[in-house]
Each structure stands twice: as C-alpha cells, then as structure tokens.
C-alpha cells in the first residue's frame, strides 16, 4: 500500500499536534527574546517549514511508555527540534543548498552570514529547553543528548570529508550516517524513556531500536531522491546524483560496475558540463541495471529487523506492560513504507 503524508500513525500524528502547540508559544516568545529582525523572521521562518517533526515526537512516545505524564518532556522534545534544524540550517550553508522541505533555504532568503548566526542562536536555545527538567533526570538526559550533538557534527564532517575521496566503502558510508542521523533518534527515545524513569535496561534497548531504525530511515531517503516522487518527496529529486554524494546507491554502484558501465559512471561522475537532467536520467539508468534499489532495500530491512528485534526484547522485559510499544511498532513499519 501506497504510504502518504496523511496517514501517520495516530499516536505519532497525536504527539505532532502536541508538538505544535507547545511551539506556538516558543516562537512568539523568542520573536521579542532575539530582538532583531535578522534572527526572529529566520527562526520562525526554518521552523515554519515543517518537516517530519519525528525526534520529538519519538521522544513523546517514549516517554509516555513509562508515565502517562509528558508535560515534563515537552520542552526536552522542541529542543531536540531546534537542535535537528539547527543543523540543517548550518548544513545548507556547507552544502550551498538552494531548497529545503520544498522551500527556499535560509542562507538563501537572507545570507550566509545571518544563517551561520541563527544556527548558533538555535543551538543555544537547544540546550536551553532542557533546563527544566528534574535534576534526579537532568543529568542523565543532558548527557546523551550532549553527547547524540557531537557525534551529529562528526557525522557531518565524515559527510564533507567524503565528498573530496574518489572512494568510500559501504561500511563507512553507514558510520556516517549513524553519527549524521540515527544517533539524534535513538537520544530521542533514549532520553524520553529516562524522562518516563525506565530502567537501565529498558532506555538501552529503546536506544537500539532507534539507532536501527534511524539507519533504515536515512536509507529509505537515499532511496527516495532517486526513486520518489518530487511533489510528495518535497524537494528534486536526483540531488544528491547531481552533487556525487556518497550515498550507499553511489557506493554500491562504484563497486559493482564493470566495463563499459563503470566507464559512463566515471564520466558522468567527471564531467563539468551537462544537462542535469541527462546525468540524473544516466546514472539512474546505471543504477538499474546493477539492481541496486533492490539492493538498498534489502539493506533497509535488514535494520528494520534489527530495530524489531531490539523491541521484541524490550516486550520481553516489560511482560503486561508490553502493549504500550505497540505505537512504535507501528511507527517503525510506517516509516519504513513511507515515500517522502
């Protein structure tokens, strides 16, 4: 069945809105906090856009597995948000980005400038939301989310260096992307659980699960800018063909090629001067013939059944209280079907 923007999962589609109007607020607030025109009207402008709203969301549903109260992760959730966008604003800017969620980026409405300094602004507010929290959790949480921040920068300088290296394996192609990606979800559900006072156990196999699925997600995007549909994808698609990236099609394909097939992928990996849409059409071409969307599939169930396994033994742990992971069961099977 065809996946679509309107049918989440409604426990993840219930923690948006919560989402939602607790960032109402924020904005406002911050609006007359950051008192110039160069760092409000962009703020609002990059969390206006959307996006999937999911780290929060997860931190949400973690949280509520072990309490029904979720006010106190609230704020620990919008600051994941305004961390997650913080680093996109700064990563159209390494990137020289002209679109985002459909959209103009940032650095491009404004400018480089104004766009590092928002991104700098955000990361401070980040920490901020965090602030409130218990200090019998604080601690703890503030941790992993400290730790989930760093590694999302190293992930992003793996990313750069990639981009000058005429060869990257697989399996350092998944380390990137474990930093870049999975590890802001799986601190998502981490410090949700530790919010909700899971046991040591119960917040390390949340972890787990997160980190799998998160890999499978950034999986499943590599697959949709070749293979998804632009007007739900929410932006072009052939991208990141047209920009070399270094994703795990790209590597594959480099691996697998012989003859006069590696020959063409080496040109239009190579050459200068083309019509964009000749090169995404070429590669694409290439990357059928090699069957590596088969492939790239495979490699994104094979983390989904990591994920599930990591629930399966977190049921186990928590016998009749089981039920209550059925959401994120469900959550994982949507995002592994869903096409933007």
Same mark, same amino acid.
């Given at each position: 069945?065809?996946?679509?923007?309107?049918?989440?999962? &409604?426990?993840?589609?219930?923690?948006?809105?919560?989402?939602?109007?607790?960032?109402?607020?924020?904005?406002?607030?911050?609006?007359?906090?950051?008192?110039?025109?160069?760092?409000?009207?962009?703020?609002?402008?990059?969390?206006?856009?959307?996006?999937?709203?999911?780290?929060?969301?997860?931190?949400?549903?973690?949280?509520?597995?072990?309490?029904?109260?979720?006010?106190?992760?609230?704020?620990?959730?919008?600051?994941?948000?305004?961390?997650?966008?913080?680093?996109?604003?700064?990563?159209?800017?390494?990137?020289?980005?002209?679109?985002?969620?459909?959209?103009?980026?940032?650095?491009?409405?404004?400018?480089?400038?104004?766009?590092?300094?928002?991104?700098?602004?955000?990361?401070?507010?980040?920490?901020?939301?965090?602030?409130?929290?218990?200090?019998?959790?604080?601690?703890?949480?503030?941790?992993?989310?400290?730790?989930?921040?760093?590694?999302?920068?190293?992930? &992003?300088?793996?990313?750069?260096?990639?981009?000058?290296?005429?060869?990257?394996?697989?399996?350092? !192609?998944?380390?990137?992307?474990?930093?870049?990606?999975?590890?802001?979800?799986?601190?998502?559900?981490?410090?949700?659980?530790?919010?909700?006072?899971?046991?040591?156990?119960?917040?390390?196999?949340? !972890?787990?699960?997160?980190?799998?699925? $998160?890999?499978?997600?950034?999986?499943?995007?590599?697959?949709?800018?070749?293979? $998804?549909?632009?007007?739900?994808?929410?932006?072009?698609? $052939? $991208?990141?063909?047209?920009?070399?990236?270094?994703?795990?099609?790209?590597?594959?394909?480099?691996?697998?090629?012989?003859?006069?097939?590696?020959?063409?992928?080496?040109?239009?990996?190579?050459?200068?001067?083309?019509?964009? &849409?000749?090169?995404?059409?070429?590669?694409?071409?290439?990357?059928?013939?090699?069957?590596?969307?088969?492939?790239?599939?495979?490699?994104?169930?094979?983390?989904?059944?990591?994920?599930?396994?990591?629930?399966?033994?977190?049921?186990?742990?928590? &016998?009749?209280?089981?039920?209550?992971?059925?959401?994120?069961?469900?959550?994982?099977?949507?995002?592994?079907?869903?096409?933007?």
């Amino acid at each position: 069945m065809k996946t679509t923007k309107h049918n989440l999962p &409604q426990a993840i589609d219930s923690h948006l809105q919560s989402i939602e109007k607790e960032l109402t607020p924020i904005l406002a607030a911050l609006t007359t906090e950051l008192r110039v025109a160069e760092l409000s009207e962009p703020f609002a402008y990059i969390m206006s856009l959307g996006g999937k709203r999911l780290r929060p969301a997860l931190m949400l549903m973690a949280c509520q597995i072990f309490t029904d109260d979720l006010t106190p992760a609230l704020r620990p959730a919008i600051g994941l948000e305004v961390f997650h966008n913080f680093s996109l604003v700064h990563d159209d800017i390494m990137d020289k980005a002209p679109i985002r969620r459909g959209k103009a980026t940032v650095h491009h409405v404004w400018n480089d400038n104004i766009a590092l300094l928002l991104g700098d602004t955000m990361l401070i507010k980040s920490y901020d939301y965090f602030t409130e929290l218990q200090p019998t959790v604080f601690k703890q949480a503030f941790e992993v989310f400290n730790k989930a921040a760093l590694e999302v920068c190293i992930g &992003q300088q793996m990313d750069m260096n990639f981009e000058t290296r005429d060869e990257v394996r697989a399996q350092e !192609y998944l380390e990137m992307i474990s930093l870049k990606t999975s590890v802001l979800i799986a601190a998502a559900l981490k410090i949700g659980a530790i919010i909700g006072r899971a046991s040591e156990a119960e917040v390390d196999l949340l !972890y787990e699960f997160g980190l799998n699925l $998160g890999l499978s997600f950034q999986v499943q995007d590599d697959i949709l800018d070749v293979y $998804g549909d632009p007007e739900v994808f929410g932006k072009a698609i $052939g $991208g990141d063909i047209l920009a070399n990236k270094k994703t795990f099609l790209l590597i594959r394909a480099m691996e697998l090629a012989q003859g006069e097939t590696r020959d063409e992928l080496q040109h239009w990996l190579s050459v200068q001067t083309y019509e964009p &849409q000749s090169k995404i059409v070429a590669v694409t071409n290439i990357y059928n013939q090699l069957n590596l969307l088969t492939l790239t599939e495979a490699l994104r169930e094979e983390f989904y059944d990591k994920a599930l396994e990591a629930l399966a033994k977190l049921e186990l742990k928590m &016998q009749e209280s089981a039920h209550k992971l059925i959401d994120l069961r469900n959550f994982a099977h949507w995002l592994l079907r869903r096409n933007y």
